[in-house]
């Protein structure tokens, strides 16, 4: 073969340099490709492969050829095992043999190797039996100007990397920035990172309240005291990357917390599966993401807690001044289960009231939804309300299964104390079938509507209770006097016909005489049980005044209004103790025979009067 001149190597300079300039090249991998080309029909051998070092992985990756005199070769070699002594490639203390069919002899290629200073970062495989043609020194200076090449073209290769790669950087964070929404921010975040480095797998750390609305590769971030000592709970609770190596799996994870101003976000977590450590560049670029990630994602959450707040704030303005109208107390709890259901889309809601300090027993408030309306809801209140609510404070339950024994029907709940000095003692209670479905938030706006409606329950219940007062005699708890004028007013207007029944307890003095007025106070309450037990729902039962009660029958005939004053009169005088009698003036009225109250009572008071003067223990019709 010919010998080579200085001009065949300044040839060889010019065609590598005709490779860094040519346009059609566009990667390291494409560079490469060629390079090994040109060296081919250089040098014009049959073949020419390049492995490079790849220090990351540790390995001697096949860049340019995948075969050689038509044998499939090692795609990539351990780096730890090749070795250069005496002009000879050594893996594992043997001529190192490329070949997948070890069967073949190593002869049939040479190895030279790519230095850089005494390191080998490369090799290439070239036919061998020309190699012995070819001028020593000459074949150095070529060795020389492809390391050279090499080299310079991974220098440029690398700047144009990194480019790209702050490039995607930049364009990453200004789209994190662009977004008021937290899952946008996390969803730009994967795919900025899956663009710039496909090879690693990538997870977002993140508290169980964070709900996305979209597919996210998101893991549970547990930071409880048994976790402490693991690199991402270090990384959330310390706000700093940390590294976490599995030798046996041949695996490394990066840890790298998405950090605000104000606090930690969640963690992001980079699994590399074939390396057991991440290059500094490589560590400085996630460094740098999640930093802007954290940002981002802080700005996102607080434009959504402003936003949530002026909507929670209007909710309770509008809750609020609903409960301070004059709604009854039952309309104002099933207003309020309505909007506690629509807020949190709550499965149940019920509000319970309870009659003592010692909670030992307790009302279910009408407008608490279905759950709570059946018995086997008393069992779950008394056991919440005695497992959870000893210190009187609001409990949040993101898996209450966890903390119950036995059958639980729900997994999620909320339970907030209702109490209000003297005037209401109760408890609101918010359940959802699957667990962690309340965010914090949630549990935060639930205690500032349950102690809203708190005081405007408690103002219901003190007015039904005046009102109570106002209308109801305070001896016998039938209606007062007043109350059953307006009502009866009122049935005049409305009802076809009605009757008025006045009774009077006979010989009432001699009860008094005899056994007291203690005694007589009871009678005229065993008399005044004994007539609203028999008219129960069909009137209107009112203390008259002293001795005397009054009925008001409404859309009944006289007949029916009869039998139910004998049987009045029958009962007192079978049940009372010390037995007494009544005597009755019955008066009626129909379209024909028009009265107004003051008719009515006079009639039905002259036919009292008439039945006291004929014998009393009677009725009489006015």
Same mark, same amino acid.
């Given at each position: 073969?010919?010998?080579?001149?200085?001009?065949?190597?300044?040839?060889?300079?010019?065609?590598?340099?005709?490779?860094?300039?040519?346009?059609?090249?566009?990667?390291?991998?494409?560079?490469?490709?060629?390079?090994?080309?040109?060296?081919?029909?250089?040098?014009?051998?049959?073949?020419?492969?390049?492995?490079?070092?790849?220090?990351?992985?540790?390995?001697?990756?096949?860049?340019?050829?995948?075969?050689?005199?038509?044998?499939?070769?090692?795609? $990539?070699?351990?780096?730890?095992?090749?070795?250069?002594?005496?002009?000879?490639?050594?893996?594992?203390?043997?001529?190192?043999?490329?070949?997948?069919?070890?069967?073949?002899?190593?002869?049939?290629?040479?190895?030279?190797?790519?230095?850089?200073?005494?390191?080998?970062?490369?090799?290439?495989?070239?036919?061998?039996?020309?190699?012995?043609?070819?001028?020593?020194?000459?074949?150095?200076?070529?060795?020389?100007?492809?390391?050279?090449?090499?080299?310079?073209?991974?220098?440029?290769?690398?700047?144009?990397?990194?480019?790209?790669?702050? !490039?995607?950087?930049?364009?990453?964070?200004?789209?994190?920035?662009?977004?008021?929404?937290?899952?946008?921010?996390?969803?730009?975040?994967?795919?900025?990172?899956?663009?710039?480095?496909?090879?690693?797998?990538?997870?977002?750390?993140?508290?169980?309240?964070?709900?996305?609305?979209?597919?996210?590769?998101?893991?549970?971030?547990?930071?409880?005291?048994?976790?402490?000592?693991?690199?991402?709970?270090?990384?959330?609770?310390?706000?700093?990357?940390?590294?976490?190596?599995?030798?046996? !799996?041949?695996?490394?994870?990066?840890?790298?917390?998405?950090?605000?101003?104000?606090?930690?976000?969640?963690?992001?977590?980079?699994?590399?599966?074939?390396?057991?450590?991440?290059?500094?560049?490589?560590?400085?670029?996630?460094?740098?993401?999640?930093?802007?990630?954290?940002?981002?994602?802080?700005?996102?959450?607080?434009?959504?807690?402003?936003?949530?707040?002026?909507?929670?704030?209007?909710?309770?303005?509008?809750?609020?001044? $609903?409960?301070?109208?004059?709604?009854?107390?039952?309309?104002?709890?099933?207003?309020?289960?309505?909007?506690?259901?629509?807020?949190?889309?709550?499965?149940?809601?019920?509000?319970?009231?309870?009659?003592?300090?010692?909670?030992?027993?307790?009302?279910?408030?009408?407008?608490?939804?279905?759950?709570?309306?059946?018995?086997?809801?008393?069992?779950?209140?008394?056991?919440?309300?005695?497992?959870?609510?000893?210190? !009187?404070?609001?409990?949040?339950?993101?898996?209450?299964?966890?903390?119950?024994?036995? $059958?639980?029907?729900?997994?999620?709940?909320?339970?907030?104390?209702?109490?209000?000095?003297?005037?209401?003692?109760?408890?609101?209670?918010?359940?959802?079938?699957?667990?962690?479905?309340?965010?914090?938030?949630?549990?935060?706006?639930?205690?500032?509507?349950?102690?809203?409606?708190?005081?405007?329950?408690?103002?219901?219940?003190?007015?039904?209770?005046?009102?109570?007062?106002?209308?109801?005699?305070?001896?016998?708890?039938?209606?007062?006097?007043?109350?059953?004028?307006?009502?009866?007013?009122?049935?005049?207007?409305?009802?076809?016909?009605?009757?008025?029944?006045?009774?009077?307890?006979?010989?009432?003095?001699?009860?008094?005489?005899?056994?007291?007025?203690?005694?007589?106070?009871?009678?005229?309450?065993?008399?005044?049980?004994?007539?609203?037990?028999?008219?129960?729902?069909?009137?209107?039962?009112?203390?008259?005044?002293?001795?005397?009660?009054?009925?008001?029958?409404?859309?009944?005939?006289?007949?029916?209004? $009869?039998?139910?004053?004998?049987?009045?009169?029958?009962?007192?005088?079978?049940?009372?103790?010390?037995?007494?009698?009544?005597?009755?003036?019955?008066?009626?009225?129909?379209?024909?025979?028009?009265?107004?109250?003051?008719?009515?009572?006079?009639?039905?008071?002259?036919?009292?009067?008439?039945?006291?003067?004929?014998?009393?223990?009677?009725?009489?019709?006015?």
């Amino acid at each position: 073969m010919q010998l080579y001149s200085k001009e065949t190597i300044q040839h060889l300079q010019a065609r590598v340099f005709e490779l860094f300039t040519t346009e059609s090249t566009h990667t390291f991998e494409k560079f490469i490709d060629l390079l090994s080309i040109e060296i081919q029909q250089f040098l014009q051998i049959d073949g020419c492969v390049i492995y490079l070092l790849n220090e990351w992985e540790e390995v001697f990756q096949l860049r340019a050829g995948d075969s050689y005199e038509g044998l499939t070769l090692h795609d $990539h070699v351990s780096a730890t095992d090749i070795s250069w002594e005496e002009s000879t490639l050594w893996y594992k203390n043997e001529p190192f043999n490329p070949y997948k069919k070890t069967s073949i002899p190593y002869v049939k290629s040479s190895s030279i190797p790519l230095m850089d200073k005494e390191k080998i970062y490369g090799f290439l495989l070239l036919s061998q039996q020309v190699l012995g043609e070819f001028d020593h020194h000459l074949l150095n200076s070529i060795i020389e100007e492809v390391s050279k090449a090499i080299h310079k073209i991974r220098v440029l290769y690398s700047a144009f990397e990194e480019k790209r790669k702050y !490039e995607s950087l930049y364009k990453g964070t200004s789209l994190f920035h662009s977004s008021n929404k937290s899952d946008e921010v996390l969803e730009k975040v994967i795919e900025t990172l899956r663009n710039v480095y496909p090879q690693f797998n990538y997870y977002l750390l993140l508290s169980q309240d964070y709900a996305p609305s979209s597919e996210l590769p998101i893991k549970n971030l547990s930071y409880e005291k048994d976790n402490a000592s693991q690199a991402s709970t270090q990384a959330y609770l310390l706000g700093e990357m940390q590294m976490e190596y599995q030798t046996q !799996e041949g695996q490394s994870i990066l840890y790298a917390p998405l950090k605000g101003k104000q606090g930690v976000y969640g963690v992001l977590q980079v699994v590399s599966d074939h390396a057991l450590y991440f290059p500094e560049t490589y560590v400085e670029f996630f460094d740098l993401l999640s930093q802007d990630a954290g940002k981002a994602l802080e700005n996102a959450q607080l434009y959504q807690q402003s936003r949530r707040l002026n909507s929670d704030l209007q909710l309770i303005n509008s809750t609020s001044k $609903h409960l301070n109208s004059t709604m009854r107390l039952t309309e104002k709890i099933t207003y309020m289960a309505d909007r506690i259901d629509q807020s949190f889309q709550a499965d149940e809601v019920g509000f319970i009231i309870f009659e003592d300090d010692t909670h030992s027993d307790f009302t279910i408030s009408e407008g608490s939804s279905a759950f709570f309306n059946i018995k086997d809801s008393r069992t779950f209140i008394e056991r919440i309300d005695r497992t959870f609510m000893r210190e !009187e404070e609001a409990v949040f339950i993101g898996d209450l299964s966890s903390k119950w024994e036995g $059958h639980c029907p729900f997994r999620s709940l909320m339970a907030v104390p209702m109490k209000d000095q003297e005037y209401l003692d109760g408890l609101a209670i918010v359940v959802h079938r699957d667990p962690y479905y309340f965010s914090f938030e949630s549990f935060k706006l639930l205690q500032s509507l349950v102690h809203h409606s708190t005081l405007a329950f408690a103002n219901s219940m003190l007015h039904e209770e005046l009102e109570r007062t106002i209308i109801t005699d305070y001896l016998t708890k039938l209606h007062s006097r007043n109350y059953l004028d307006q009502q009866v007013e009122e049935h005049l207007k409305q009802d076809e016909n009605g009757h008025f029944l006045l009774f009077d307890i006979d010989n009432f003095k001699r009860v008094n005489d005899t056994h007291g007025h203690q005694v007589g106070d009871a009678v005229i309450c065993q008399v005044a049980d004994i007539i609203q037990t028999i008219i129960a729902n069909q009137g209107l039962a009112a203390r008259w005044g002293g001795e005397e009660l009054a009925v008001y029958l409404p859309s009944m005939s006289f007949e029916e209004a $009869h039998a139910l004053a004998e049987l009045v009169r029958n009962s007192v005088s079978e049940q009372s103790c010390p037995p007494v009698t009544v005597s009755c003036g019955l008066a009626s009225w129909d379209s024909v025979h028009l009265l107004d109250v003051k008719q009515m009572v006079k009639q039905a008071d002259q036919a009292l009067y008439v039945a006291k003067e004929f014998g009393k223990n009677r009725i009489v019709k006015a």
